[in-house]
């Protein structure tokens, strides 16, 4: 069965930095646009940042651009996204998703797999 395993959560003072991965097995990697979430205690799911499956095209949330960068490697099947500049309004349980041979990928209902998710904690 498909598995998104994610890891490199944690705790970290603002302005820090912290990389996330996600690992997924029983799926064809590379059909699909991969994709990060977060969730806020008391908030909505909302998207973070996603990578085609196609051409590698990049596509971030406003909150997050220019801070954080979202990547892939196919020969390991896996993605990454690397947050700098972390504010505590970057704390949320971080997710990511798999979407089958999807262009836009930017909202919820569009992915078809999720991890379990891993916990950012940014401390002012």
């Known amino acids: 069965q498909v598995q998104l395993v994610e890891s490199g959560g944690g705790l970290v003072q603002a302005g820090g930095s912290l990389r996330l991965s996600c690992a997924a097995s029983g799926l064809t990697f590379s059909t699909y646009t991969m994709g990060w979430f977060r969730q806020a205690p008391g908030k909505e799911r909302e998207f973070v940042a996603r990578?085609?499956?196609?051409?590698?095209?990049?596509y971030y949330a406003d909150s997050v651009k220019g801070r954080f960068t979202i990547s892939r490697d196919n020969a390991k099947n896996t993605v990454y996204l690397q947050m700098n500049s972390l504010k505590p309004e970057d704390t949320a349980v971080y997710y990511c998703?798999?979407?089958?041979?999807?262009?836009?990928?930017?909202?919820?209902?569009?992915?078809?797999?999720w991890g379990q998710g891993t916990q950012v904690t940014v401390s002012s």
């Open positions: 998703a798999a979407a089958y041979q999807k262009v836009i990928a930017t909202m919820r209902r569009e992915y078809d797999y």
């Open positions: 990578i085609r499956w196609s051409d590698g095209h990049t």
